[in-house]
Nanobody, 118 residues
Framework: QVQLVESGGGLVQPGGSLRLSCAASGSIISIRTMGWYRQAPGKERELVAT???????NYADSVKGRFTISRDNGKKMVYLEMNSLRPEDTAVYYC????????????WGQGTQVTVSS
């Protein structure tokens, strides 16, 4: 069984910063792409950022220049540094991992709430 546990969400004022972390554990053998997605109330889940095992990154246009994704392959962790936060960044943020247990599958965390408000 594979578990993803996110942490680091919370309430922050516009212009502030937060750092999200996600730890993968359990019977996962190998990890390819890791990423962050978000879902705001009444909206579909959308990609925020992804990072390959080799470190190549991809960002949604709305977060480019403000968010930075990184990973620690040895610790099976992925991070999202969020700066210059805006009210429209308010959402539940989900960690996603493309991992190998018995086959290659997508795994999701339980989500962590990020609220940007004054």
């Amino acid at each position: 069984q594979v578990q993803l546990v996110e942490s680091g969400g919370g309430l922050v004022q516009p212009g502030g910063s937060l750092r999200l972390s996600c730890a993968a554990s359990g019977s996962i053998i190998s990890i390819r792409t890791m990423g962050w997605y978000r879902q705001a109330p009444g909206k579909e889940r959308e990609l925020v950022a992804t990072i390959t095992r080799g470190g190549s990154t991809n960002y949604a246009d709305s977060v480019k220049g403000r968010f930075t994704i990184s990973r620690d392959n040895g610790k099976k962790m992925v991070y999202l540094e969020m700066n210059s936060l805006r009210p429209e960044d308010t959402a539940v943020y989900y960690c996603n991992v493309r991992g190998l247990e018995f086959s290659w599958d997508d795994y999701w965390g339980q989500g962590t709430q990020v609220t940007v408000s004054s």
